[in-house]
Each structure stands twice: as C-alpha cells, then as structure tokens.
C-alpha cells in the first residue's frame, strides 16, 4: 500500500520535469501525463515551485512512466534523473556546497540535506573512512524509481567533489524486502 503522507519538497520534483522535458518528445510527455491521476498530471504540466511538496509516490510514479515511454528500464533511466538532479540542487539550492565540497563535507550535511527535502525518512552515513562511506536510508518506504534516483544522486554528488574512480552500489533495499535502503560507497 502507498502512504500518501510521504512528501518531497518541489526542487527535486523541478530537476526530474526538467529532465524529462529533456528527455522525451513532446507526445512522449503527454502520453506519460495522461497516464498520472488528473491532479498530478495538471501539477506535473506546470513548474512546481520549490516550497511545495508533493507525495514521493507520484513523483515515483512519474519517473517509471517517462521511463516506460522512453522504452528504457526504469532504474537506469531513474539513475540517470538522480545524478541530473544532483547538477541542479549544486547550481542551486546547495551551491554553497561547491566551496567546500569534499567527500567529509558532503557526507557530513547527508542527513541534513535529506531532511530539507522530505517529511520522513533518516538517513545516516555510516562507517566513513577515507575512501568510503556507508549510506543508510530508515523509516522510509522505498519504491524501485525512488532508490534508483537517489543511487544516482549520490553518484553525482560524489563525483562533483573531485574524487576519482566513485563506485555507488545499494547493498539493500526495502522496496526489494529488506528492513532499509543501503548504500556503500567507493572513491580513490
């Protein structure tokens, strides 16, 4: 069952209508919004703006049916939406990150990152070394398109600090059964 209350603030509901835009035609895109309930079809049409929130389901939803209408699986094509929207929030809503961005420095505002963006959910980094990282995501209900925009997310996030050879793999996920969403990271 879907918990509606689950809400994502507007900025990355903004990079993935961006990235769709980009990625699909114009009948592409409105075949894809005739497939969302009416509501999220007229919101999704339009700019959302940054301080609105809309449910994590829908914007899910929105992702696999782009990916359903570009013929590509939908965790590569939600993969690839994660590390655009990570170019997006450093141009905007994290350019201070870019001063002082390095593997320490992100993964130390992880969490509160997160928390600016959505209602529910605790994400931790865990096991930080100098070269890798363990991310781990509770307490929030996961679906395929969602772990896969955050697993590219964080690929892009990593790569933008300068380190060289990143290596992200979700080591769990809920929405595949387990009791959170894991991710370990690799960089040199």
């Known amino acids: 069952m879907v918990d509606e209350s689950v809400t994502v603030k507007g900025s990355p509901v903004r990079s993935l209508q ?10 592409q895109r409105e075949a894809v919004l005739r497939r969302l309930p009416p509501e999220y079809a007229k919101r999704f049409s339009s700019p959302v703006l940054a301080t609105e929130t809309v449910p994590v389901h829908m914007l899910n939803l929105f992702t696999q049916e782009a990916a359903n209408a570009k013929g590509e699986a939908v965790e590569a094509f939600a993969r690839r939406a994660g590390r655009e929207a990570a170019g997006e929030a450093v141009k905007g809503i994290y350019r201070f990150f870019a001063l002082v961005m390095t593997p320490t420095a992100l993964l130390g505002k992880a969490s509160q990152m ?6 529910r959910g605790e994400l931790r980094v865990e096991d930080q070394s100098g070269n890798s990282a363990r991310i781990r995501l509770t307490n929030f209900p996961s679906e395929a398109a969602g772990c896969s925009r955050v697993t590219g997310w964080i690929e892009r996030m990593a790569e933008l600090t300068g380190v060289k050879n990143i290596k992200v793999e ?6 595949k059964g387990a009791a959170c969403c894991e991710w370990q990271l690799r960089w040199s």
């Open 18 to 27: 961006k990235f769709v835009d980009a990625e699909l035609t114009p009948e």
């Open 170 to 175: 979700q080591t769990q996920c809920s929405a």
């Open 114 to 119: 997160w928390s600016s963006l959505y209602n």
